[in-house]
Nanobody
């Protein structure tokens, strides 16, 4: 059974930083692309960033480019999201998600293209 467990969320002031982690189990981690999504109250879940199984390819939402960095450690079955210069509009529940690397479509930005999800971690940025 696949489990994704996020950690590292919290309350931070604008301009601050947080590092989220997502620990995976029950899957061959390096064979899965990983994504970070977020969902704010009243809004749809949106892709923040995603990374290929090897870690060589990543994509970012325009709203976080230059501020957020995704990385993964396949030896530890963990994907990370380093968030710098946080803004109040980054406030949301952040979810990690996994997608079989072998499926066509590369790194999709649609939530329904990802097969496994964590329970989410709250990130709140105060102004």
């Amino acid at each position: 059974q696949v489990h994704l467990v996020e950690s590292g969320g919290g309350l931070v002031q604008a301009g601050g930083s947080l590092r989220l982690s997502c620990a995976a189990s029950g899957l061959t981690f390096g064979s899965y692309a990983m994504g970070w999504f977020r969902q704010a109250p009243g809004k749809e879940r949106e892709l923040v960033t995603a990374i290929s199984g090897s870690g060589q390819t990543a994509l970012y939402a325009d709203s976080v480019k230059g501020r957020f960095t995704i990385s993964r450690d396949n030896a530890k079955n963990t994907v990370y999201l380093q968030m710098n210069n946080l803004k109040p509009e980054d406030t949301a529940i952040y979810y990690c998600a996994a997608r079989d690397q072998l499926l066509p479509g590369g790194l999709p930005n649609l939530a329904n293209k990802y097969h496994y999800w964590g329970q989410g971690t709250q990130v709140t940025v105060s102004s």
